[in-house]
């Protein structure tokens, strides 16, 4: 009977993937036409434990984390006699929409993750979860994060002979784990995690239970949740939702967890809490779902805030407000209604235009996002325009919309940031671009002004940004989020950048070429 459930579970789990996957698929592409985003995303890791129906619970929560990585996605289980993997290149959706790959997936517990690679190419080697066998045991590990002593660390095992299969940084955990001389599963997890450096929330597999794990500094998320009794890890709440079970808690930074088949949860802390934590203030700004709660607050309701703060800072005289969608609509509503100026939607999006990025030529290309970028003339036409967006990166995208807008009428544009300039590059999981390439590290305020073409611009300041958040004014002595993009002030040593640059941390790992 427990079979037959499981099974049907599993069917009805892949039809709604199949659903949620047409949906995401549209709104992505509309979204990714009208906007690209200038940063990608880190990754999603989702685990649970005392269910039969642990992998389809596992796949609709990767898809609900599905913003957090688009190039691959990954499930591993346990069925207390063996572990059972599935990792491919694609969305969840793609993937795990078909109820006999779910089926072969069996067991109680199961992890998975969806990945945007950050730390090695995107082949299917670098696909998590990964997955080793060790003395009478076996670890799947699903990462969220970047180490920033993995190149040191990697060298010194080589030497000592290990073997990687992989160019993730995500494999040191199985080689340092593997290493141990500790006989519990725990206390070898936690041994190697004494020895990195760096951002990580960490969904692990073992015989044992499901062990989850955040940095000492909190710079990745990591979640606690149950369903009906079984322990759920979980990099945001929103993937709670999705499968209607209840948050419990923030793993604490530092933190262990381990979630047993009858849904006891012990905790170890593994780092002693000798500083506040500094959780990645992007989180709050561009990544988690609106519809995610972090540290109590809601994150649509803090977006708000910011726009509503980036009003009282910087007001201009103007007829509307209008977002660049998606990710600029939240600060852009908190912004008119805290000046009292209308909210319109200054750009349509088409759902329904094919892909422009393979077109051969630039023209096409161009001609291809024209048409779904798609300005509102009847809005706009002959109006001052207050634009809004979460962050400006490289300003490519920024310039080109202005210009749009101005084409279809628009008489001034006043461009506002939720967010203060972007200075300096992340080495904790976002894929940032170099220092070089940041427009704010590069130029003034009135040059990057004057670069996209706009009337006036302004940026949220960063005491603006911490009030905004109710964490304000900052304290530079404990800042309460790790805002190093900002200020340049990182929370870990930066072991592998040395005195280089950022190249100097992405050298070629293997010589195997793989074309999948």
């Known amino acids: 009977m427990a079979h037959q459930s499981a099974t049907d579970f599993a069917e009805r789990a892949a039809r709604r993937l199949t659903r ?15 906007a690209p985003r200038a940063l990608n995303e880190e990754c999603g ?14 796949a609709l929560g990767l898809h609900a984390l599905q913003h957090r990585g688009q190039e691959a996605a990954g499930i591993a289980s346990y069925d207390g006699a063996a572990f059972r993997t599935e990792r491919h290149l694609g969305l969840v959706s793609d993937n795990f929409s078909d109820a006999s790959v779910l089926a072969r997936l069996k067991g109680v517990a199961a992890i998975g993750h969806t990945r945007y690679s950050t730390q090695g190419e995107t082949v299917l080697k670098n696909v998590q979860p990964l997955y ?16 920033t002593n993995a190149r040191k660390l990697r060298a010194e095992l080589v030497q000592r002979g290990c073997i990687f299969q992989s160019t993730s940084d995500s494999e ?25 450096e760096g951002a990580y929330a960490l969904a692990i597999l073992t015989k044992d239970g499901l062990i989850g794990a955040r940095d000492p500094v909190g710079i990745r998320p990591l979640i606690l949740g149950d369903l009906n009794g079984a322990p759920i890890l979980a990099s945001e709440t929103c993937a709670l939702d999705l499968i209607g079970a209840r948050f419990v808690r923030d793993i604490r930074p530092g933190e262990v967890v381990i979630c047993r088949e009858s849904g006891e949860v ?21 990544f988690a779902r609106p519809n995610s709660v972090v540290d109590g607050k809601s994150v649509y309701q803090l977006r708000k805030s910011l726009g509503a703060r980036l009003a009282v800072e910087a007001p201009a005289k103007a007829d509307m407000v209008a977002p660049i969608p998606d990710s600029g609509v939240p600060a852009a509503i908190g912004y008119a209604q805290a000046s ?29 996002v024209a048409r779904k970028h798609s300005p509102n003339r009847g809005a706009i036409e002959g109006k001052r325009i207050i634009l809004i967006d979460d962050s ?35 080495f904790y999981g976002i894929d940032t671009p170099s220092r070089e390439e940041l427009i704010a590290a590069q130029m003034s305020v009135d040059e990057i002004r004057a670069e996209i073409g706009v009337d006036s611009l302004a940026f949220l300041s960063l005491d603006g940004l911490y009030e905004a958040f109710g964490k304000g004014p900052r304290d530079k002595a404990a800042p309460a989020f790790t805002d190093h993009c900002f ?30």
């Open 45 to 58: 890791v989702f685990g649970i434990i005392g269910t039969p129906d642990a992998a389809a619970l596992t």
């Open 392 to 426: 400006i990166v490289r300003g490519t995208t920024s310039r080109k919309i202005v210009q749009m807008l101005r084409n279809a009428g628009a008489r001034e544009v006043h461009m506002r940031v939720a967010c203060p300039p972007i200075l300096y590059p992340d």
């Open 487 to 516: 200020t340049g002030d990182y929370p870990t040593r930066l072991t592998d950048l040395g005195e280089t640059q950022r190249s100097a941390m992405i050298e070629q790992l293997s010589l195997l070429a793989e074309t999948s």
């Open 20 to 34: 949620l996957g047409r949906r995401y698929r549209r709104q992505a592409e509309a979204a990714r036409q009208i």
């Open 132 to 147: 080793a066998d060790l003395d009478r045991n076996g670890i799947a590990i699903a990462h969220n994060g970047n180490l």
């Open 266 to 286: 012990e905790s170890r802390q593994a780092f002693p809490q000798t500083t506040p934590a500094r959780p990645c203030i992007f989180e709050l700004i561009y």
């Open 172 to 196: 040191l955990f199985l080689h340092l784990t593997a290493r141990s001389h500790h006989l519990l599963m725990v206390d070898k997890v936690i041994d190697a995690l004494k020895q990195v």
């Open 340 to 368: 009292g100026l209308p909210y319109e939607m200054a750009l349509i999006r088409s759902h329904f235009v094919g892909r422009t990025f393979i077109e051969p030529e630039q023209r096409i290309r161009e001609a291809g």
